[in-house]
């Protein structure tokens, strides 16, 4: 193994107070729809924007979904990469210990300036090599995580998520999936489990 391409939400850190209270701020402004619940936004977890306004508004047209989401995002990124977010317990110890020996990299169904925003609040781009998303490509978790693999010319890598779309991803990149259960998504089929951060050092030693 040379290298491990993560996630980010339900993997590094959870941002969804934060995010909650933005979305909710410019659907007020919306008439006729209800704000979102916790339970709600935690199933929009992992997917991409255009799933997401189908899943939250599905009476709505698609324009009116992406015209919504649209603004959301305009105003979540900002108060991100000013605020940050909960990253998970003992983040920034262990990923300064893998990239001792790893290639670090991020593969997040999100949109423009979101892991740009992560690495801002929290000062962790030092760790990282390279990072992808939709926002940028308009390509599947799947399709972007093989492009990191590309670009980067690497041989052995692991993907580490929370979700089934994470699982679905890792098995399309054809890489084995590390699977974090204590973030938001369930998944079943996977390689490897990690149920806290921390964790992460010793299941790559078994893999070695």
């Keep these: ?48 924007s255009k799933e997401i306004g189908v899943k939250l508004y599905p009476s709505l047209d698609i324009e009116k979904q992406a015209e919504i989401l649209r603004e959301c995002h305009e105003l979540e990124c900002p108060f991100l990469a000013e605020h940050g977010a909960t990253l998970y317990p003992n983040v920034e110890e262990v990923l300064q210990v893998l990239s001792e020996k790893f290639k670090l990299f991020i593969v997040s169904n999100c949109q423009n300036d979101y892991i740009e925003a992560f690495f801002q609040a929290h000062k962790l781009e030092k760790y990282f090599i390279d990072y992808e998303h939709p926002g940028r490509t308009g390509l599947s978790k799947g399709e972007n995580i093989k492009l990191i693999i590309e670009r980067n010319q690497l041989k052995k890598p692991i993907y580490v998520g929370d979700t089934e779309g994470d699982q679905t991803g890792a098995r399309v990149a054809g890489v084995p999936f590390v699977y974090a259960s204590y973030g938001f998504g369930k998944a079943t089929e996977y390689d490897y489990i990690i149920n806290h951060f921390l964790e992460l050092p010793r299941v790559l030693e078994s893999m070695e």
Excluded: H
């Design 1 to 48: 193994m040379d290298s491990i391409i993560f996630d980010l939400d339900g993997t590094l850190w959870d941002s969804s107070e934060q995010v909650l209270m933005i979305w909710n701020q410019v659907i007020k402004k919306y008439e006729g729809l209800n704000e979102i619940t916790k339970e709600q936004l935690a199933g929009c977890m992992g997917l991409q």
